[in-house]
């Protein structure tokens, strides 16, 4: 017994060294032959790119601060991924599986990551940001835009020169350093659309090639799940960072005399992009790992059966199954897979042939049709809502993030899954798909109606909206005249007792001031132009605060119904495109739906809303002659032209639907008629019934 005991002593050490290494290579190797542990970098690398790509909107109004930009500048920019993403999405279905997808898939992930560092960059190349005057060589402080009325005729001289920015200060600010800082980030935004092409669809078809048949639909539906997760963590990320001042890397001495509640705030927007592009990095790296081809998975999960979607009544595949008789190959990549030696040239050609195909389908046509309306009103609320939050119930830009990634979000999250739900349970045919479509779209319609009626005006702003815009008010202009206020200031004061705004302690004609400006409370004395007529009265620091700002929690529940509701029509409708159309066009069919989503909804939305957003303003900011972003809205007009843009779309959506129930009702009641006299009839031969059949139909 002894022997045996020292002989393993003696054998224990030397193994343990020299075969530590190998064993750590097989279990490395073991772990990138694992088709898991791929759906978990896959989830992972969503979340993080949804993330980086989520959070421009999440800062969308503090970027237009802080570089002076419109709403449909911001817009046109929060849509410019769609941009490169639409230009290359359409030859993911021409390479499929020719290439190494996992090593891809990587590169895509580095480029994502990059743009995120390039959207962060004009903040270090850009000037400090200064929120008091366009004039660098005057001080950032509250005392600076005081009026000087009382002084003496040589200051009058300055305070002149005050008003009107001189040539070396507004050289800082030419058009041409303007341009491009936007450039980078309107370049950035189309590497970022280019990186993310490969990513979900050679990760969905890897997937799919080598999980178990019957594991495939569990692992994409817990990717779905994870990637989910990306647009509230981006929304979080953003209430997170814009406490922080923009300039925190950087900040002046002495510090800043404002707080996030101020209108000037400007918060760090650049730090979220270097976190989310870090992120990125760290989930691309396993990519480069992983083989061009793993062994196929041979074990089934024994829980699958609770959670996969079931057959219908019909025996018709659900999304995810192949149609009968069709090869993975066919199904996943399709007819340009069929014929695998075609050239990118014809599979070019063949494109245009096999897109008029499929929107020759009635029911094809309109839930697409539909899912643009949808896709148009979430694009626009995703984009604009932080900002509208802002301005109608004067919370913070962080405030309204956080509001969006804690409620809105996980709303939608939920309705997406109430609807997969809901398609297996019920084991719903067309016709309820099309019937949850319409009460779905109905629901959300009338949920939005409230919201056209849940804000309050504008409240009075001196010699811009309001009484003091009118011509009996000719005392206070010429009391503003006097003091010879800058038309570039901005550093808006209240009037608590007529509750009434003026750009500037100047326009107020203010001399003094008490409190502490590190703190934000600064009360400014002594001013002789309020339009309330009490002389020598003070006023305080800030905007004044919305009589609404108690309608932001019921505002912000009725959208995330709405956005919960509508989100329980997505898997219904999915269904209707596959069923809408022929079983060898249905992958392509996925790719054309995708293709038109992002050319008519996310491309065009961010900017049609921007530009509703830019119609309802009463004050642009004057940057050196040129006008730049907004300082005041008319609240109204933004709420009514906000709200009606997303009703329209709403509408769109219902009209849609209720066109595609009608248009199924008809093909059942053809195929009641033939089937009375020809015997049961097919999901496939009701679409020959409802359609014109062509003879020299192309196929590939």
Same mark, same amino acid.
């Not at 992972?44 to 570089?67: D, W």
């Given at each position: ?132 005057? !366009? ?15 009382? $002084? ?37 935004? #189309? ?21 178990? @048949? ?48 101020? @209108? ?16 990125? #990095? ?74 008029? /195909? ?32 802002? /301005? ?36 719903? !045919? ?28 504008? *409240? ?20 503003? $005249? ?16 007529? *509750? ?49 700002? *108690? ?17 329980? #029509?997505?898997? @219904? ?53 040129? $006008? ?46 033939? /089937?009375?006299? *020809?015997?049961?009839?097919? $999901? ?17």
């Amino acid at each position: 017994m002894s022997y045996p005991k020292t002989e393993v002593k003696m054998s224990s050490e030397p193994v343990s060294k020299s075969q530590a290494e190998p064993v750590q290579k097989r279990l490395c190797s073991n772990l990138f032959l694992s088709i898991k542990f791929f759906v978990l970098c896959h989830s992972l690398l969503q979340l993080a790119q949804l993330m980086i790509s989520g959070y421009l909107k999440s800062s969308i109004s503090t970027i237009e601060k802080r570089f002076g930009l419109s709403s449909q500048t911001s817009g046109l920019l929060a849509a410019f991924n769609e941009v490169g993403n639409t230009a290359l999405i359409v030859f993911v279905s021409y390479f499929g599986s020719r290439v190494h997808r996992p090593r891809l898939i990587g590169l895509g992930a580095v480029l994502v990551a990059a743009a995120g560092l390039l959207m962060s960059l004009p903040h270090f190349i850009a000037e400090p940001y200064h929120y008091d005057h !366009v004039n660098l060589d005057l001080p950032q402080d509250s005392g600076s835009s005081l009026c000087l009325l009382s $002084q003496a005729p040589a200051l009058a001289l300055t305070s002149a020169l005050v008003s009107t920015p001189n040539n070396s200060s507004c050289a800082l600010y030419s058009e041409a350093p303007q341009i491009v800082v936007v450039g980078l980030m309107f370049l950035a935004q #189309t590497l970022l659309g280019v990186g993310a092409v490969p990513i979900q669809p050679f990760g969905i078809s890897y997937i799919d090639d080598f999980a178990h @048949p019957s594991n495939s639909p569990l692992y994409l539906g817990i990717l779905f799940a994870v990637t989910l997760i990306g647009p509230g963590l981006a929304y979080g990320l953003g209430g997170l960072m814009l406490r922080f001042y923009v300039d925190i890397d950087r900040m002046p001495e002495g510090g800043i005399s404002l707080t996030p509640k101020d @209108p000037r705030w400007v918060g760090a927007w650049w730090l979220g992009f270097l976190v989310s592009a870090g992120a990125v #990095t760290l989930t691309a790296l396993p990519y480069f790992f992983f083989p061009r081809e793993m062994p196929k998975e041979e074990q089934e999960l024994g829980f699958r059966k609770q959670i996969l979607p079931s057959l219908d009544d019909k025996g018709e595949s659900s999304l995810i199954k192949s149609g009968a008789g069709n090869s993975p190959d066919k199904e996943k990549y399709g007819e340009a897979q069929i014929a695998p030696d075609l050239t990118v040239i014809q599979f070019i050609r063949i494109f245009p042939q096999v897109l008029l /195909r499929n929107l020759r389908h009635p029911i094809f046509l309109l839930v697409v049709l539909a899912q643009v309306n949808m896709s148009s009103m979430v694009a626009g609320m995703a984009t604009f809502l932080p900002k509208f939050l802002e /301005r109608q119930f004067s919370v913070t830009a962080s405030f309204a993030n956080l509001l969006i990634g804690s409620i809105s979000i996980p709303a939608a999250i939920v309705g997406l899954m109430a609807g997969g739900v809901l398609v297996k349970r019920l084991q719903l !045919v067309p016709t309820r798909c099309a019937t949850i479509g319409i009460a779905g779209s109905l629901t959300c319609l009338l949920l939005g109606l409230p919201l056209f009626f849940m804000g309050c005006p504008t *409240h009075p702003i001196a010699n811009v909206y309001g009484p003091s815009t009118l011509p009996e008010n000719g005392d206070f202009l010429n009391c503003t $005249q006097l003091c010879s206020c800058s038309k570039s200031d901005f550093n808006p004061v209240c009037d608590t007792r007529s *509750h009434t705004e003026y750009v500037t302690p100047c326009q107020a004609g203010c001399t003094g001031l008490q409190g502490d400006p590190g703190q934000g409370s600064v009360v400014y004395t002594n001013c002789s132009c309020l339009l309330s007529g009490i002389r020598d009265s003070s006023v305080t620091s800030g905007s004044c605060e919305s009589s609404c700002s *108690h309608l932001v929690f019921p505002f912000i529940i009725l959208v995330s119904l709405g956005g919960a509701v509508a989100s329980i #029509t997505h898997t @219904p409708s999915f269904m209707l495109i596959l069923r809408g159309v022929k079983n060898e066009d249905k992958s392509l069919a996925v790719g054309i739906q995708f293709m038109l989503l992002r050319v008519l909804a996310w491309m065009p939305s961010p900017v049609l809303h921007g530009s509703a957003i830019d119609t309802a303003c009463v004050f642009w900011a004057d940057t050196c002659g040129m $006008q730049s972003l907004c300082r005041y809205y008319d609240h109204d007009l933004l709420r009514h032209r906000f709200i009606g843009l997303q009703f329209f779309f709403k509408l769109g959506t219902l009209v849609c639907f209720i066109l595609v129930f009608i248009i199924l009702r008809q093909q059942e009641k053809e195929a009641a008629s033939y /089937r009375s006299h *020809h015997g049961p009839v097919s $999901q496939e031969e009701k679409l020959v019934l409802s359609s014109e059949k062509r003879s020299g139909e192309s196929r590939v």
